[in-house]
T-cell receptor
């Protein structure tokens, strides 16, 4: 959606390398969510960020929300082939209305 | 863990048919959603429901209807299927958002629908 801009659109990295995906909004986000989608499958919820400056980690994936609550980043450390897929950010902006970014396709070369 | 189950992973139907896509969630969530996902267009909201028998139009409701007779089940209906409705359909659910309490949506595995 235009409410959430995600970058880059696609990414190819060598296994073991670090990478960052960004999600930006022109409006304040009430909640920011990161999802992973394997090709042809549903979205898997990864993490939720609510407070400005919040940071969460799960295994080798770290997500941060900036102080203004308008930008989030997803960082993968020492990428593995299992990290490959499409990463989408989603956000609450209005009551019970979610917006989603267009997604970042990640390929990890062994 | 939250479980959202869509009745079919793959479905092939013919133009003009009435098509039903079923979604069931097992977490007593108030809200349920139907999206379609197309390359280059991302996820687009078709309809959502915040209670039994309640429904709200999303961004692209034309050609679709929904039914929510029970809390756990949300059905998407293509009244007269057309080829431009060939897509990946995703169902999601979450709890009602309380003051300062955000609730992520949880998704099913998707139904890849082809209309011939």
């Amino acid at each position: 959606s235009q409410e959430l801009e995600q970058s880059p659109q696609s990414l190819i990295v060598q296994e073991g390398k670090n990478l960052t995906i960004n999600c930006t909004s022109s409006k304040t986000l009430y909640g920011l969510y990161w999802y992973k989608q394997k090709y042809g499958e549903g979205l898997i919820f990864l993490m939720m960020l609510q407070k400005g400056g919040e940071e969460k980690s799960h295994e080798k994936i770290t997500a941060k929300l900036d102080e203004k609550k308008q930008q989030s980043s997803l960082h993968i450390t020492a990428s593995q082939p299992s990290h490959a897929g499409i990463y989408l950010c989603g956000a609450d902006m209005n009551f019970n209305k979610f917006y989603f970014g267009s997604g970042t396709k990640l390929n990890v070369k062994p | 863990d939250v479980k959202v189950t869509q009745s079919s992973r793959y479905l092939v139907k013919r133009t003009g048919e009435k098509v039903f896509l079923e979604c069931v969630q097992d977490m007593d969530h108030e809200n349920m959603f139907w999206y379609r996902q197309d390359p280059g267009l991302g996820l687009r909201l078709i309809y959502f429901s915040y209670d039994v028998k309640m429904k709200e139009k999303g961004d692209i409701p034309e050609g679709y209807s929904v039914s929510r007779e029970k809390k756990e089940r949300f059905s998407l209906i293509l009244e007269s299927a057309s080829t431009n409705q060939t897509s990946m359909y995703l169902c999601a659910s979450n709890n009602k958002r309380l003051f300062y309490s955000n609730q992520p949506q949880h998704f099913g595995d998707g139904t890849r629908l082809s209309i011939l």
